[in-house]
């Protein structure tokens, strides 16, 4: 069901005393976490079939990846290792490839489960997206759990300026001398983007749930950039044109925000059907291929690494140049993909970006 942000803070004023406030926990959840540098890559090959998602195996490889990332001897144990009783959780979904390749009911619910098992309370589990309108269109609102609420930044974009402030902190913001096409460089509001009230001030802790894709400005989207481009506004001024594009440096300046750093706990990366080529839109339909292999960790640098390394090696296999060299084509307009975002938000110290000291765990299942 939906609720407006006045219910919103409603219920969470009743359910929660302190919202917002930085968690606090012996194992220093968040970015890049307990865990910096592990990825848990678990592959099952029956997690695809002709393109869908196949609920018992992709249930085996969400509590597998849990347990292997934290050293739990449960899923349930996994879980609890992040999650308690009296948190607020938000999931940060992925529409943006509709309708061939977004987050998917058979790993939400998993993530749900796992928040239950953790204590979390059903009415205090939100999915979220930056724009109502993606979110609908996605058919998100139609499969989640019972009870599961969620929520939006942005109920419609006004202008391609992105600036419509009513759902998001007037006092927290990322500020860069980059403005989009149209704006007014003389304004410090449109150097800004702003972070929405969602994560600020309405959970304490937030899961992101990402894909595994090619994007045509950034390189790849995985993990970081489902932050930067997913909880503050203005980001269109990121990637002006396929000449004037900023991707590189607009989303570890964001990600390093300290309320990101705090709050984002967990990444879950379906990588059981991936694109290689086409995105970040609905061209990624021409280069889907069956990844069968889910991602986990608490350092999202880590996962972008190997990500992009997955991507990588299939545009290999089909005769295509790495992203960091590829020229632009068809279904790839800008002229330089920009997939250094990884690398410093490496040297940032949002998580490990040298490959050779990242510590994967690849599992198979099945």
């Known amino acids: 069901m939906k609720i407006d942000r006045r219910q919103l803070l409603q219920s969470m004023a009743a359910s929660v005393p302190v919202l917002g406030a930085a968690p606090t926990n012996e194992k220093k959840l968040g970015i890049p976490g307990p865990v910096p540098g592990r990825v848990i890559a678990v592959n099952h090959p029956g997690s695809a079939i002709e393109g869908k998602h196949q609920k018992e195996p992709v249930q085996q490889m969400m509590h597998r990846g849990m347990m292997e990332l934290t050293g739990a001897p449960s899923a349930t144990e996994a879980w609890r290792y992040f999650f308690e009783p009296g948190d607020v959780v938000g999931i940060k979904v992925n ?104 994560i600020s001030k309405q959970v304490n802790k937030v899961v992101t749930l990402g894909v595994v894709k090619h994007h045509q400005s950034a390189g790849a989207t995985i993990a970081l950039k489902n932050i930067s481009h997913g909880f503050v506004n203005n980001v269109a001024r990121s990637h002006v044109s396929s000449s004037n594009n900023a991707c590189g440096m607009f989303i570890p300046t964001v990600v390093d925000l300290p309320v990101f ?20 839109g609905r061209k990624v339909g021409r280069y889907l291929w069956e990844h069968k292999t889910m991602y986990f960790g608490t350092d999202p640098v880590a996962l972008d690494v190997i990500g992009l390394a997955a991507i990588d090696m299939k545009r290999g296999q089909m005769g295509m140049e790495p992203i960091a060299a590829a020229k632009p084509d068809q279904d790839s307009l800008f002229v330089r993909m920009q997939p250094e975002f990884i690398e410093i938000a490496g040297l940032l110290g949002l998580g490990v970006g040298n490959e050779s000291k990242i510590d994967l765990r690849k599992f198979t299942l099945g």
């Open 95 to 198: 529409p943006v490839g509709q309708p061939f390749l977004i987050s998917r009911p058979e790993v939400m619910h998993e993530i749900v489960w796992g928040l239950e098992e953790a204590g979390v309370k059903r009415q205090n589990i939100f999915a979220y997206d930056r724009y109502e309108r993606e979110f609908i269109s996605g058919g998100f609102d139609k499969w989640l759990p019972d009870g599961v609420r969620w929520t939006s930044a942005t109920v419609q974009a006004v202008n391609g300026l992105q600036l419509d402030m009513d759902r998001y902190d007037r006092d927290m913001y990322m500020e860069m001398a980059l403005v989009a096409a149209g704006g007014d460089p003389t304004n410090s509001h449109h150097r800004r983007s702003y972070v929405a009230n969602f």
């Open 261 to 280: 750093r705090q709050k984002v706990v967990l990444h879950v990366i379906d990588g059981v059907m991936a694109a290689y080529h086409g995105g970040p």
